[in-house]
């Protein structure tokens, strides 16, 4: 659990430093989170499960925003994208949420815009859109209005 909560960190870090623009140390922490990842071993307490539990799906997911935050929109980082979009899309998965797949799709949205690739967007979206005013949370308002805020 310890080496979980240490890759954790690791990764909001990468987020952290890609909102405040600076590359080098989003990549310092990202790859700090690849290999505390790569010392996780899972033991009886992942099965409590709660939001210290972090599957290779979610660690997918805060990579392609930490790109998405750095403003990259390369064929690597649509790709990271999509993958994550589609670790999200099964709702039977045991560790979907409605709320990471719509980050996943804004993400998606946002690294189609950043590259300059109108194509997609609006597929990405519709989901997000689509969703009930009940579900739509502080953190999808969040990366919608980034969306939002890139098409402007």
């Known amino acids: 659990m310890r080496a979980i909560a240490a890759f954790l960190a690791a990764a909001e ?3 952290a430093a890609a909102l405040l ?14 290999r505390q990842r790569e010392q996780v071993e899972p033991d009886d307490l992942d099965e409590l ?10 660690e997918l997911y805060y ?3 930490t790109d998405v935050l750095l403003g ?3 064929a690597r980082a649509v ?16 560790h979907w949420a409605f709320g990471d797949e719509a980050g996943a799709r804004c993400n998606l949205a946002l690294v189609h815009l950043n590259g300059d690739q109108l194509d997609g967007v609006d597929a990405a ?3 997000v859109m689509d ?3 009940a579900q739509r949370n502080r953190g999808i308002v969040v990366s919608a209005h980034r969306v939002r805020l890139r098409r402007t």
Do not use: N
């Open 79 to 94: 790709a990271g994208a999509e993958r994550a979009v589609e670790a999200f899309s099964d709702r039977a998965a045991p």
């Open 131 to 133: 969703l009930p005013p």
């Open 49 to 58: 499960g709660g939001l210290h539990i972090f599957p290779t799906e979610k």
């Open 72 to 74: 990259h929109g390369d």
């Open 21 to 34: 623009g600076d590359d080098a140390m989003a990549s310092a922490a990202a790859g700090r989170a690849v």
């Open 63 to 65: 990579r392609v925003e």
């Open 13 to 15: 870090e990468a987020r």
């Open 125 to 127: 979206l519709r989901p």
